[in-house]
T-cell receptor, first 117, second 111 residues
Framework: ETGVTQTPRHLVMGMTNKKSLKCEQHLGHNAMYWYKQSAKKPLELMFVYNFKEQTENNSVPSRFSPECPNSSHLFLHLHTLQPEDSALYLC????????????????FGQGTRLTVV | AQSVSQHNHHVILSEAASLELGCNYS??????LFWYVQYPGQHLQLLLKYFSGDPLVKGIKGFEAEFIKSKFSFNLRKPSVQWSDTAEYFC?????????FGAGTTVTVRA
């Protein structure tokens, strides 16, 4: 148990569906991240939030929409996804992000295994 | 483009064998370096990290890594592996506040 909880653990959705992934941490961290983990590819950083403000969007398609209502919760809203979006989506948190991330580490959730059919 | 390279996709070895996983990065300047491990069905866990000081870093479960700045490398080692070390191992580099990962190496230890 890392203190970062993701729900659901598994999700199967059609290309026309709308679904949301949830991430929650009670570690007192100020920064939260979404990563995409595809088979045999490096983890791809998607979004970074620091103190509820989005500070990074790594050219992610608009069918992925993040939301960070407070420092403890992070959502990833999914809409009209493609089969190639099937992957493991990982949430992480750390004490601070940008420039203050030195000398700290990120804690990861167990991920949501997403399958788009 | 900046990148993190892990040389082996899949390593298979027997218990008690020694393990070394290569990691090279292409960032210039100051970097922080990490190795994460992901056991089957579990979350990513930090094995060890390097921020500054002694380039030989010791982590959990008998793992160590050596930072060689001139080679832009941060190789992971364990002198004698156990069956329980079967997992996927990821090298990560923090540079200019972005934490970037290598593609990972799957390690299978046979009893």
């Amino acid at each position: 148990e890392t203190g970062v909880t993701q729900t659901p653990r598994h999700l199967v959705m059609g290309m026309t569906n709308k679904k949301s992934l949830k991430c929650e941490q009670h570690l007192g961290h100020n920064a939260m991240y979404w990563y995409k983990q595809s088979a045999k590819k490096p983890l791809e950083l998607m979004f970074v939030y620091n103190f509820k403000e989005q500070t990074e969007n790594n050219s992610v398609p608009s069918r992925f929409s993040p939301e960070c209502p407070n420092s403890s919760h992070l959502f990833l809203h999914l809409h009209t996804l493609q089969p190639e979006d099937s992957a493991l989506y990982l949430c992480a948190s750390s004490q601070d992000a940008p420039r203050e991330l030195m000398n700290t580490e990120a804690f990861f959730g167990q991920g949501t295994r997403l399958t788009v059919v | 483009a900046q990148s993190v390279s892990q040389h082996n996709h899949h390593v298979i070895l027997s218990e008690a064998a020694s393990l070394e996983l290569g990691c090279n990065y292409s960032y210039g300047g100051t970097v922080n370096l990490f190795w994460y491990v992901q056991y089957p069905g579990q979350h990513l866990q930090l094995l060890l990290k390097y921020f500054s000081g002694d380039p030989l870093v010791k982590g959990i479960k008998g793992f160590e890594a050596e930072f060689i700045k001139s080679k832009f490398s941060f190789n992971l080692r364990k002198p004698s592996v156990q069956w329980s070390d079967t997992a996927e191992y990821f090298c990560a580099v923090l540079n200019d506040y972005k934490l970037s990962f290598g593609a990972g190496t799957t390690v299978t230890v046979r009893a």
